[in-house]
């Protein structure tokens, strides 16, 4: 009973002393929040105006492509750039202001018009973005992180990464010699006149195909399509072009076990690819397309969409007795005060097939109605035949002044052999359905997966 007591005295001597000892409070930060952030701010705006030849940037955006700058930051808050969204764009330096400020995080603004401004633009004419949305791409950037040569911010709102490598000397010289835009014409030159290019991992042979414009749908993009199991797996990735490479968006694409970042041209000719360890890989030509149709055509493929982006138009540079007929069908809209924005052909899966119009009225250009037709179809030794006839949609019998028989007499109980279609504008992926009873009679389009 006595160990007890004297076990209960000592405890509650240590609780007394320890109640009568005087403590200060430590906090976690040894700063305030705004002396930090004002501090990171200083930082960001020090690493940006401390390059001492400049910056060269490539964008990704939301539905466009990848796109490259060259900038120049200096401590009065001006940045000059150059870009590769047009001949002009590439050679013509463009000032504007820029500040760095907390929004988010700490955020690099553009504040006045500039190159950038352009793929934010919501008016088609500017640029052509999207209504409204432009090319889903940002003024704003949060900063993310920077490393000893490089910079990294994330678009406050579309969440695209921006990446910005500090220049040499050499390539700040050749950006004001005039040579990006020399750059960007050899990329488009070698993909205009070289055809089936492809490149070899190990014994597989990897086609390349790329847009080298800067259309919205499908521009700038490079895509790496391989067979596997008798279809074939494609890798789309965007890109934008430097004074000597074309480099690609984010983290690159991944093939099998590489990771692609860049291409460069040793001359006219010749064309390489990298990986993310560095090994070249050069770019061959192949006789004959590397990739049969119908091992990336149908409904569970790589492909499953014939898509017409710019639906006034037909991808350009092709001859089909088809051009006439649609032609017909977006004019009748015009006269109607209404626009096309865009045509597909689907296949929606094993037995549907669907002819989709997407149009607006050109009073109300933010709102978007689908006509739509489906058809019954079957796809045996490489032939879709449509079967039945066309179930028609409220919007599509709404429309039927304008539709006419364009869906009846050039798709309805139709026999179509799907193949690849020939440009003579390079580069555009382009495939197509030849109708079995007049061959010189194809839709066609972009092949995408939708």
């Known amino acids: ?66 796109f490259g700058f060259f900038m120049e930051f200096d401590d009065q808050e001006n940045v000059k750039m150059m870009a590769d969204l047009t001949n ?29 401004s352009l793929l934010n633009a919501p008016n088609p004419n500017m640029y052509g973005g999207a209504i409204r949305d432009g090319f889903r791409s940002d003024i704003d950037f949060i900063y993310d992180h920077a490393t000893a040569d490089s910079i990294i911010f994330v678009g406050k709102r579309y ?23 020399v750059n960007i ?8 006149t070289k055809f089936n290019n492809y490149i070899e991992l190990g014994s597989d042979k990897i086609a390349v195909g790329a847009v080298t414009d800067s259309s919205l749908a499908t521009g700038k993009r490079i895509t790496f399509t391989r067979k596997e199991d008798g ?60 990739i049969d149709f119908l091992s990336v055509y149908a409904y569970n493929k790589a492909y499953n969409s014939i898509f017409v982006p710019n639906g006034t138009s037909l991808p350009p540079g092709v001859t089909s007795d088809f051009n006439t007929v649609y032609n017909d069908l977006v004019n009748r809209f015009a006269a109607s005060g209404r626009t096309i924005r865009d045509f597909e052909i689907k296949l929606n899966n094993s037995n549907t097939f669907a002819i989709r119009i997407n149009y607006y009225a050109n009073s109300a250009p933010t709102t978007v109605y689908l006509a739509e037709a ?65 061959p010189t009679a194809f839709v066609y389009g972009v092949m995408r997966r939708s």
């Open 1 to 66: 009973m006595k160990t007890i007591k004297h076990i209960i005295a000592v405890f509650t001597a240590i609780i007394l002393l320890a109640s009568c000892e005087k403590k200060s409070y430590v906090p976690v930060f040894d700063e305030l929040p705004q002396a930090r952030v004002a501090k990171q701010i200083d930082s960001v705006k020090s690493i940006l105006t401390g390059a001492e030849y400049g910056w060269i940037g490539i964008l990704s955006t939301g539905t466009g492509g990848g």
């Open 88 to 116: 002009t764009s590439a050679v013509e330096v463009k000032s504007s202001r820029y500040r760095i400020r907390q929004d988010a995080g700490v955020a690099l603004t553009f504040d006045t018009y500039n190159y950038i």
């Open 159 to 181: 969440r695209q990464q921006f990446k910005l490598v500090k220049a040499t000397a050499a390539q700040k010289a050749a950006y004001y010699e005039g040579k990006y835009l």
């Open 185 to 192: 014409n050899g990329f488009r030159n070698f993909f205009s």
């Open 231 to 290: 279809s074939a797996v494609a890798v789309t990735q965007k890109f934008g072009y430097t004074v000597d490479k074309m480099v690609m968006t984010d983290a690159g694409a991944a093939v099998l076990d590489k990771r692609f970042t860049h291409a460069a041209l040793k001359d006219a000719n010749t064309m390489v690819i990298y990986d993310a360890g560095g090994t070249e890989y050069l770019v061959k030509q192949n006789p004959v397309p590397l």
């Open 374 to 438: 489906l058809s019954s179809y079957t796809f045996e030794d490489g032939i879709i035949k449509l079967t039945g006839n066309l179930s028609i949609n409220g919007n599509w019998n709404t429309r039927a002044a304008q539709i006419g028989d364009f869906g009846t007499s050039f798709f309805q109980g139709k026999s179509f052999r799907p193949d690849w279609v020939s440009s003579t504008v390079p580069g555009l992926n382009l495939g197509g359905l030849y109708r079995v009873d007049q």
